[in-house]
Antibody, heavy 124, light 107 residues
Framework: EVQLVESGGGLVQPGRSLRLSCAASGFTFDEYATHWVRQGPGKGLEWVAGISWNSDNIAYADSVKGRFTISRDNAKNSLYLQMNTLRPEDTALYYC?????????????????WGQGTLVTVSS | YVLTQPPSVSVAPGQTAWVTCGGNNIESKRVHWYHQKPGQAPVLVVYDDNDRPSGIPERFSGSNSGNTATLTISRVEAGDEADYYCQVWDSSSDHVVFGGGTKLTVL
C-alpha cells in the first residue's frame, strides 16, 4: 500500500523559513515523480512544485518560484520542500502527492496517491 | 493556463449532476477529476478524460471536447456531496493546473 507521510509543518513568522518532509513507502520511490500541492484555509487546491524521479526535471508555481526549493533523496525514500521568505498567503495544508505512472513527468501527472498533509501557518 | 469551474452545482438524489471545467482548447489536454470531502485528502475519481481508478463507481464518467471538460455523476447519492476539482498538465509551462473547484450539493 502506498503511503505518503508529511512532516515539518508548524507556526512560523513572516520572512522565516521552514522545511517540509514527505516519507514515502509501499512503492519504488525512485521510479516516480512527486509533487507538493497545498490548500489554504477554505480555499481550493494549488499545485506548488514537482520533481521527476531522477531530479532532472523540476518545476514551480509562479507564486513560490525563487522562494521554495523542492528536492528528493531516493536513498531515503523522501521528498522535501524548503520554504524561505514565507508570507501569510503561504498558510495552507501542504500535501505530498505521487502519480500512477512510473518514469513519467508530463501526461501522467495525475495523482491517485495523497498524504494527509502538514499544516503551515505563517503569522506574527 | 486557467481552468474555470462553476462555484456550485445542486442536484436531487437519483438525478444526474454535471460539473464543467473550461479551458482554452482543453480537448488537447488530458483532464483529471478529484473529489474532496471535508477534512479529507482529495480522491482521484476520473483520469485521462474518462478512465476510472479501481474502486470508483461507474456512475462517475468524464468527457472532453472543445473548450469544456465535463464530469458526469449519474444516480447521485448523498455521499457524493463534496468539492470537485479538475486538473491538467500544462506542457507549455511544465505546470500542474487545478480548477478552482465546484461544491456539489445533494438536495
Amino acid at each position: 500500500e502506498v503511503q505518503l507521510v508529511e512532516s515539518g509543518g508548524g507556526l512560523v513568522q513572516p520572512g522565516r523559513s521552514l522545511r517540509l518532509s514527505c516519507a514515502a513507502s509501499g512503492f519504488t520511490f525512485d521510479e516516480y515523480a512527486t509533487h507538493w500541492v497545498r490548500q489554504g484555509p477554505g480555499k481550493g487546491l494549488e499545485w506548488v512544485a514537482g520533481i521527476s524521479w531522477n531530479s532532472d526535471n523540476i518545476a514551480y508555481a509562479d507564486s513560490v518560484k525563487g522562494r521554495f526549493t523542492i528536492s528528493r533523496d531516493n536513498a531515503k525514500n523522501s521528498l522535501y520542500l524548503q520554504m524561505n521568505t514565507l508570507r501569510p498567503e503561504d498558510t495552507a495544508l501542504y500535501y505530498c502527492v505521487a502519480p500512477r505512472l512510473r518514469y513519467n513527468w508530463n501526461y501522467g501527472a495525475y495523482f491517485p496517491h495523497w498524504g494527509q498533509g502538514t499544516l503551515v501557518t505563517v503569522s506574527s | 493556463y486557467v481552468l474555470t469551474q462553476p462555484p456550485s452545482v445542486s442536484v436531487a438524489p437519483g438525478q444526474t449532476a454535471w460539473v464543467t471545467c473550461g479551458g482554452n482548447n482543453i480537448e488537447s489536454k488530458r483532464v483529471h477529476w478529484y473529489h474532496q470531502k471535508p477534512g479529507q485528502a482529495p480522491v482521484l475519481v476520473v483520469y485521462d478524460d474518462n478512465d476510472r481508478p479501481s474502486g470508483i463507481p461507474e456512475r462517475f464518467s468524464g468527457s472532453n471536447s472543445g473548450n469544456t471538460a465535463t464530469l458526469t455523476i449519474s444516480r447521485v447519492e448523498a455521499g457524493d456531496e463534496a468539492d470537485y476539482y479538475c486538473q491538467v498538465w500544462d506542457s507549455s509551462s511544465d505546470h500542474v493546473v487545478f480548477g478552482g473547484g465546484t461544491k456539489l450539493t445533494v438536495l
